[in-house]
């Protein structure tokens, strides 16, 4: 069973940064795509970005240009680097893993950026 934990949430002025990473545990077979998700109140849950194991990335279109996903294969982590944040970027922002036996989600960390 593949867990995933979050780290790095919190609250942030506008036009602030936070960096959020997520590790997994428990997995004994490859991770191939990895990103973030996120939901605020009263909407559906959105993408992010994700990237494969090979380093391809897809950005939701509301955060390409302040977003960057990254990850480190050896650790089965990966990383959002967010800039420029935006109050409308308030959210929970959720872990995702895709592998051949199934999709994992973390249990998703609060990021509020303040006006």
């Known amino acids: 069973q593949v867990q995933l934990v979050e780290s790095g949430g919190g609250l942030v002025q506008a036009g602030g940064s936070l960096r959020l990473s997520c590790g997994s545990s428990?997995?004994?077979?490859?991770?191939?795509?990895m990103g973030w998700y996120r939901q605020a109140p009263g909407k559906q849950r959105e993408l992010v970005a994700t990237?494969?194991?090979?380093?391809?990335?897809n950005y939701g279109n509301s955060v390409k240009g302040r977003f960057t996903v990254s990850r480190d294969n050896a650790k089965n982590t990966v990383y959002l680097q967010m800039t420029g944040l935006k109050p409308e970027d308030t959210a929970v922002y959720y872990c995702?893993?895709?592998?051949?036996?199934?999709?994992?989600w973390g249990q998703g960390t609060q990021v509020t950026v303040s006006s």
């Open positions: 428990g997995t004994r077979f490859i991770l191939n795509t």
């Open positions: 990237i494969s194991r090979g380093g391809s990335s």
């Open positions: 995702y893993a895709g592998s051949s036996l199934g999709d994992y």
